[in-house]
């Protein structure tokens, strides 16, 4: 591969086990380690830290459990690091480091890039009609944090002036890769194919062990659960790289493992929206280039839009949750009831004591087929309840009225667990876009402010939407198997949408996969939860298509009263539903022989 650079993935998200950052730094043999922190909702929780005081607003962990242990070992190896752990307080998360550095007797060199907090700028762009990028929706009269997702070439300037750690607030998650990438290649800002391959590298990696075998599809093919394997990026010049993992560690890293990494949280791939370049991952290929080692090429890019990309959030009431096991004979239905009632009993004594009605309640009955949008028979389920309302004493009200339910309602109510809910904040998301030229990005790498120049001032035509491919016709009796006999896949989460990426195990079946799988069949499979429009697009290089789905989230993050919050379940409940292929295919012999006792005649 010629001169390689080594990038180790070591968490993806702030919570994540530290024992990420010691495989990459104690056996990675990495040029960079980098660390992802923040989500949306992350921001909001930070900002209000920082409310309280003014040394908070970063997230401790990465001080604590990552740096002090390994700093020494960091300063001894020249590995550096590279992270979005500055929050939105990015002077205390450096004084906290070189404090720890100092006690650690090392002599590291921190850099800051500034300029992501844009909340400076939303009255004026409240007065000049800015709205809601996907709804439409007016701007709130006030944000908890408003965060603009820079790009690369500020951490790229940050590591050109010396730095050893590079601290940044909001970037795009891939950023923290391709700002490296960028450095060590010397790669321009209109080199688009590199910088969207480099892109994809960081995108891969970013969310550590997803990518070696975490949350795959076929979850019994993956060793190691309990030593999973962090993610190194082995990166050459012209774009291409190859994905591995930490040497003795659990995992798998395959052509398929990388595919549902490559589909996650992705809308169209052929216009993939980032601040240094739009990115066509369309036509990428992925080789096994040895033992849980994945080569990438193929990723194109074009020049990026004249915006940023703005996550804002904001203050919308309080949210309760409650969750009790009902067991027994027609266990569901006790539960349904028992929720209802409860809802029912707290309303009439809400309105008794003044309060508005609910602004929203769900009663999700899990175990009997709530996330499916079925009712089936069990003879124990979860009853969980939610509710949202304005006023933080409503939701006192109503924690207080659940446990009565014991002695009152149904028989088999058990496993209260964690005591009577206490409400918290809902944070809702508000995108919308800035035009770049009004966004001042700086590096400070300790001699002052240097500015970072914007890329991408020009816009492109939107590409041609990629051709489907041919669709199946049958020719003899057919019979229906459940998807995931056909294809393997992952579903992510964008604020309140949902994608599913759905990869063909054989391209042979693609055929039946676009005649099965349309927008209105997969509307209809998730008719209980989407609530929007529903895009298919085609990933030819993958062999497969990526599904967005608008309105599907019940408002996404903490906003959403739904257990699955994030939509980590869809992809496998989209994998039950029955899609028809030639009988012969599960006959003896047949491709799908193993999923006979499954078929049925279509």
């Known amino acids: 591969m010629g001169r390689v650079v080594r990038i180790g993935g070591g968490g993806g998200f702030w919570g994540d086990s530290p024992e990420g ?8 043999r990495v040029d960079y380690l980098v660390m992802d922190y923040l989500a ?7 900002a209000r830290m920082k409310a309280k005081s003014a040394d908070a607003g970063y997230p401790v962990d990465f001080i604590a459990q990552v740096m002090r242990p ?3 070992e960091i300063a001894g190896q020249g590995v550096k690091v590279v992270t979005n752990a500055g929050g939105v307080n990015l002077d205390a998360c450096r004084a906290a480091l070189e404090a720890c550095f100092a006690e650690a007797g090392v002599r590291l060199k921190v850099a800051v890039v500034r300029g992501d907090d844009v909340s400076g700028l939303a009255d004026g762009l409240r007065a000049e009609g800015v709205r809601e990028m996907f709804t439409g929706a007016a701007m709130p009269s006030s944000f908890s944090s408003a965060n603009a997702y820079l790009g690369a070439f500020g951490i790229a300037r940050a590591l050109a002036e010396g730095a050893d750690v590079v601290l940044t607030g909001r970037v795009v998650d891939s950023a923290l890769v391709l700002g490296p990438l960028v450095h060590e290649f010397g790669w321009s800002v209109e080199d688009y194919d590199r910088l969207s391959a480099g892109s994809l590298a960081g995108h891969l990696i970013e969310c550590g062990p997803q990518v070696t075998g975490g949350i795959f599809t076929d979850w019994r093919d993956v060793p ?14 012209d774009g291409s790289f190859e994905i591995t993992k930490v040497d003795g560690t659990g995992g798998l890293v395959s052509p398929m493992t990388v595919a549902e990494q490559a589909v996650y949280e992705v809308g169209d791939p052929a216009a993939y929206l980032l601040p240094d370049v739009t990115c066509d991952w369309s036509g990428i290929r992925l080789e096994q280039a040895g033992v849980d080692r994945v080569r990438v090429t193929g990723a194109k890019g074009r020049a990026p839009s004249s915006t940023y990309k703005v996550s804002g959030t904001y203050a919308d009431g309080y949210r309760s949750s409650v969750t009790v096991m009902i067991a027994g004979r027609d266990a569901a239905d006790k539960a349904q009831r028992t929720g209802e009632a409860i809802l029912k009993r707290a309303s009439r004594m809400m309105a008794e ?4 009605p609910f602004t929203e309640t769900l009663v999700e009955v899990i175990g009997a087929g709530a996330n499916y949008g079925q009712r089936a028979a069990a003879g ?3 009853l969980r309840l939610s509710v949202r309302h304005p006023d933080r004493k409503a939701l006192d009200l109503f924690g207080r009225e659940i446990y009565p339910a014991a002695c009152s309602m149904a028989q088999g109510m058990t496993g209260f667990s964690g005591g009577r809910p206490v409400p918290q904040p809902v944070v809702r998301l508000f995108s919308f876009l800035v035009p770049k030229d009004r966004v001042r990005v700086t590096v400070d790498a300790g001699d002052g402010e240097i500015p970072i120049a914007h890329n991408g001032m020009t816009e492109d035509d939107p590409p041609a939407p990629l051709d489907s491919g041919p669709v199946a016709t049958p020719a003899g009796p057919l019979a229906q198997v459940p998807l995931i006999a056909l294809a393997h896949g992952r579903s992510g989460d964008k604020g309140n949408k949902a994608n599913i990426g759905v990869l063909a195990r054989d391209p042979q079946y693609l055929p039946w996969l676009r005649r099965g799988l349309t927008p209105e069949a997969v509307g209809q499979w998730f008719a ?7 895009h298919r697009y085609e990933w030819p290089g993958l062999n497969g298509f990526n599904f967005l789905m608008d309105d599907a989230l019940g408002g996404g993050g903490v906003a959403t009263l739904r257990n699955d919050a994030q939509g980590k379940a869809l992809a496998q409940i989209l994998m039950d539903m029955p899609v028809e292929v030639p009988a012969e295919w599960v006959a003896k012999g047949g491709p799908l022989e193993h999923f006979a006792d499954e078929a049925v005649p279509a």
């Open 224 to 237: 190691g659960w309990d030593d999973m394997g962090f993610p190194v990026a082995v990166c050459s010049e």
């Open 380 to 382: 124990e389920v979860i």
């Open 353 to 356: 004591a003044g309060f508005a």
């Open 40 to 46: 949306e909702i992350t921001m909001s929780l930070l």
């Open 70 to 72: 390994l700093a020494a």
């Open 528 to 534: 209980h939860f989407v609530k929007g429009e529903i």
């Open 21 to 28: 950052a010691f495989q990459i730094v104690r056996r990675g």
